[in-house]
Structures are given as structure tokens and as C-alpha cells.
């Protein structure tokens, strides 16, 4: 599994940065890119923790197919959300002023669904092979990250976009 979400971590930053230059080449301007190191970083080391856990515990999660179908769910949303934002997805917070926020897909439904996404993946991979230390304390942290530093700039930042209309 480790194998499939490097592959899909690495296949959605090429799709980042090609929708970055669009972005920038609009117009548009990154927020909080000081940030954003501490997310890469917190990816990073969630998957090499719970794959060492997993070794160590070396057996899957008693309730696996529970967390397996919760990730299943979690990849819907993450795609339901790149789909929907098209051209204005990104792992980085960018926005073109003067646009309108998207409201199609799950963003007619909730404000922030890709974060609900990653949150419940990063709670739920470990918890399939076992790796609870690395599920707790990694969902602390994006918890932390999310709720103190990336939504607050996100939606200053979507603020000032609608003042530059």
C-alpha cells in the first residue's frame, strides 16, 4: 500500500505544479508557502512511521476492513474535490483574484472537503496494519496544522481575493 500512495502523492504534485503555472501565468499569487514544508514533511513522516510500525506490529488492524473501506472513502472525496476544483486544484493555497470560489461537487456541501479527506487517511492507513502510535499522533498534528495555521490563511486568502473584484 505504501508503494500506491507514493505513486499517487507523487502523480498529484505534478498535477500541482502544472496547475500552479496556470494559476501564476492568471494571475494568481501563493499563500502561506512558508507552511507548506510542514505538510510535505508531515506526509513524509506519517508514511514512514506507519510502515515501520506496521513491520513492528507485523499484523493488520483488528478492525482492518473497516479502515480499509474508510480509506476507499477518503480516495472518493480526495478525486470528487480534484474534479471538481479542475484547473484550480493544488496542494498549495493559490488563488487568482476575482474568481469565484468553486461550488460544484462536495464543496456545495462542505467548505474544506479535501482536508476531510487527508484527515481521515492519515487516521486510517495506519490504523489497517496495526500502527495506532502513528495514527494518533499524526492526525494530532495535521488536526494542529489545519485547524491553526492552513485554514485561517486559506480563508484570509479567499477573503482578499473577493476584495480584488
Given at each position: 500500500?505504501?508503494?500506491?500512495?507514493?505513486?499517487?502523492r507523487l502523480?498529484e504534485?505534478?498535477?500541482?505544479n502544472?496547475?500552479?503555472?496556470?494559476?501564476?501565468?492568471k494571475?494568481?499569487?501563493?499563500?502561506?508557502?512558508?507552511?507548506?514544508?510542514l505538510f510535505?514533511?508531515?506526509?513524509?513522516?506519517?508514511?514512514?512511521?506507519?510502515?515501520?510500525?506496521?513491520?513492528?506490529?507485523?499484523?493488520?488492524?483488528?478492525?482492518?476492513?473497516?479502515?480499509?473501506?474508510?480509506f476507499?472513502?477518503?480516495?472518493?472525496?480526495?478525486?470528487?474535490?480534484?474534479?471538481?476544483?479542475?484547473?484550480?486544484?493544488?496542494?498549495?493555497?493559490?488563488?487568482?483574484?476575482?474568481?469565484?470560489?468553486?461550488?460544484?461537487?462536495?464543496?456545495?456541501?462542505?467548505?474544506?472537503?479535501?482536508?476531510?479527506?487527508?484527515?481521515?487517511e492519515?487516521?486510517?492507513?495506519?490504523?489497517?496494519?496495526?500502527?495506532?502510535?502513528?495514527?494518533?499522533?499524526?492526525?494530532?498534528?495535521?488536526?494542529?496544522?489545519?485547524?491553526?495555521?492552513?485554514?485561517?490563511?486559506?480563508?484570509q486568502?479567499?477573503?482578499?481575493?473577493?476584495?480584488?473584484?
Amino acid at each position: 500500500m505504501a508503494s500506491i500512495i507514493i505513486i499517487q502523492r507523487l502523480t498529484e504534485l505534478l498535477l500541482a505544479n502544472r496547475n500552479q503555472v496556470w494559476i501564476l501565468k492568471k494571475g494568481g499569487s501563493e499563500h502561506g508557502a512558508g507552511h507548506y514544508p510542514l505538510f510535505f514533511l508531515l506526509h513524509t513522516v506519517w508514511l514512514v512511521c506507519w510502515v515501520i510500525e506496521g513491520y513492528f506490529t507485523n499484523s493488520l488492524g483488528f478492525f482492518w476492513p473497516v479502515w480499509l473501506s474508510l480509506f476507499l472513502f477518503a480516495q472518493v472525496i480526495r478525486y470528487w474535490c480534484i474534479i471538481s476544483l479542475g484547473r484550480y486544484w493544488n496542494t498549495r493555497i493559490l488563488v487568482i483574484p476575482g474568481d469565484l470560489a468553486v461550488r460544484r461537487g462536495p464543496y456545495r456541501f462542505v467548505k474544506h472537503p479535501n482536508y476531510l479527506a487527508v484527515a481521515l487517511e492519515l487516521a486510517v492507513v495506519p490504523l489497517i496494519f496495526g500502527a495506532v502510535v502513528t495514527a494518533v499522533v499524526a492526525t494530532a498534528a495535521n488536526a494542529t496544522l489545519l485547524l491553526l495555521v492552513r485554514i485561517p490563511v486559506e480563508e484570509q486568502a479567499l477573503d482578499l481575493r473577493n476584495h480584488d473584484i
